[in-house]
């Protein structure tokens, strides 16, 4: 069965490092997702993402935070200059058109540590 | 309360026993998903009702929503150990917002 991949696993960085966050979205899917997970908190939307560009975004995703499609496969989220609080679980997530929009297929997360 | 608002926050139940979480959220919505959390993994889809839906059985799992409330509730009967996990209610709301996820419910089944 398809699924989306996220990689790194875990990644540890000091404060004010950039990170990227890489993500293979299910093949036939056309909108992408991040979202956070701070420990013990809920799942926050970060951005949504359409035919090559940003459809949505929320106010946590600021002017440090990217997201690109560099190529057919991947979907990557950049930070720019990490903060201590930017540690969480980060999780992609993909859907397909029409009514395949409506189920979101989320990744096994990249948790970041940021020290 | 929160959009996507679950309650109880933590439940605890013999294995075999059944289980229903809640989930209560505010604006119109095209539809409401669950998803089921292992500690520390990721998310996996587990049921959609759409808002003309009242109810809708997947295996164990019954959905039902009243979109008259607002609310939403799971149940998951005769639970077993491996349902343990913590369970979100996600919304999709209907004027261009993306999901607004709770903050979930802990489930633990004791064997």
């Known amino acids: 069965e398809p699924e989306v991949t996220q990689t790194p696993s875990h990644q540890v960085t000091q404060m004010g490092q950039e990170v990227i966050l890489r993500c293979v979205p299910i093949?036939?899917?056309?909108?992408f997702y991040w979202y956070r997970q701070i420990l013990g908190q809920k799942v926050e939307f970060l951005v949504s993402?359409?035919?090559?560009?940003?459809?949505?975004k929320s106010e946590i995703f600021d002017d440090q935070f990217s997201v690109e499609r560099p190529d057919g496969s991947n979907f990557t989220l950049k930070i720019r200059s990490t903060k201590l609080e930017d540690s969480a679980m980060y999780f992609c997530?993909?859907?397909?058109?029409?009514?395949?929009?409506?189920?979101?297929?989320f990744g096994p997360g990249t948790r970041l540590l940021v020290l | 309360s929160q959009q996507g608002e679950e309650d109880p926050q933590a439940l605890s139940i013999q294995e075999g026993e059944n289980a229903t979480m809640n989930c209560s959220y505010k604006?119109?919505?095209?539809?409401l998903q669950w998803y089921r959390q292992n500690s520390g993994r990721g998310l996996v889809h587990l049921i959609l009702?759409?808002?003309?839906?009242r109810e809708k059985h997947s295996g164990r799992l019954r959905v039902t929503l009243d979109t008259s409330k607002k609310s939403s509730s799971l149940l998951i009967t005769a639970s077993r150990a491996a349902d343990t996990a913590s369970y979100f209610c996600?919304?999709?709301?209907?004027?261009?917002?993306?999901?607004?996820f709770g903050p979930g419910t802990r489930l633990s089944v004791l064997p």
């Open positions: 997530a993909s859907s397909g058109s029409g009514q395949n929009q409506e189920t979101q297929y």
């Open positions: 093949s036939n899917h056309l909108y």
């Open positions: 993402f359409y035919n090559n560009e940003i459809s949505e």
């Open positions: 604006t119109s919505i095209n539809n």
């Open positions: 009702i759409r808002s003309n839906e």
């Open positions: 996600a919304t999709d709301p209907a004027y261009g917002q993306n999901f607004v």
